[in-house]
Every structure is written in structure tokens, then in C-alpha cells.
Nanobody, 126 residues
Framework: VQLQAFGGGLVQAGGSLRLSCAAS????????MAWFRQAPGKKREFVAARGWSGGTAYYADSAKGRFTISRDNAKNMVYLQMNSLKPEDTAVYYC????????????????????WGQGTQVTVSS
């Protein structure tokens, strides 16, 4: 699976951005997909994930109520709609894919994912 994230940019606090992640591979629909982010000097942290069936979504506390992860298996796309952005949301955002059979216990850990996109920069100004 190859992943390419795009859609980042500069936005004022309170604004919105929609990140997209294009995936290659015929078995995309069987992968759990997630978004992580990494700010300068900080560890990569979990933002949101959605299972292969597209049913259940999981969010970091910092993302709940503001971010929405969605996927379109027919188009091999994953999205992250980010609303009410804050300066602390500034980071490089990565999409990631977990191979089928991966453990839900590692869903929020970078080590649980097998494939990564190149990242897209999100900068929120105050």
C-alpha cells in the first residue's frame, strides 16, 4: 500500500481544513486507516482512526468534537475534516494504514501501522 497525504496549509485559529490521503492497492478496504501528527520536538501522536468497514471511528481526546475521519473505499481515499483549529494543532499530519489482522490495542500507536504517507504540514496561526 502506498499513501499520499495532501491538503495541509496555513489557516487562522478557528478555521477549517480537510486533509486527504490517497491510497494505492487493491485491498485498501481491508486496512484500518488513521491520521497521526507530529509537532516539532514532539513524538508522533495519534489523531483518529477508522476501521476497514468504515463503521467505528476512534479519536484522540484533542480531536473529539472537532475532527472527523472518513473514508471512501471505492475511491481509495481517507479524509480528515478539521474544524475549530487551534495553534496547538500545528504539526505535520500523516496518514497510516494498518494491515488486516492488526490489533485494535495498537490502534493509537505508530508501531501498529505498516504503511505511512509522506506527511502534510498544517499551520494554525493565532
Amino acid at each position: 500500500v502506498q499513501l499520499q497525504a495532501f491538503g495541509g496549509g496555513l489557516v487562522q485559529a478557528g478555521g477549517s481544513l480537510r486533509l486527504s490521503c490517497a491510497a494505492s492497492g487493491r485491498t485498501f478496504s481491508s486496512y484500518t486507516m488513521a491520521w497521526f501528527r507530529q509537532a516539532p520536538g514532539k513524538k508522533r501522536e495519534f489523531v483518529a482512526a477508522r476501521g476497514w468497514s468504515g463503521g467505528t471511528a476512534y479519536y484522540a481526546d484533542s480531536a473529539k468534537g472537532r475532527f472527523t475521519i472518513s473514508r471512501d473505499n471505492a475511491k481509495n481515499m481517507v479524509y480528515l475534516q478539521m474544524n475549530s483549529l487551534k495553534p496547538e494543532d500545528t504539526a505535520v499530519y500523516y496518514c497510516a494504514a494498518m494491515s488486516p489482522g492488526g490489533s485494535i490495542l495498537t490502534m493509537t500507536s505508530p508501531s501498529g501501522y505498516d504503511y505511512w504517507g509522506q506527511g502534510t504540514q498544517v499551520t494554525v496561526s493565532s
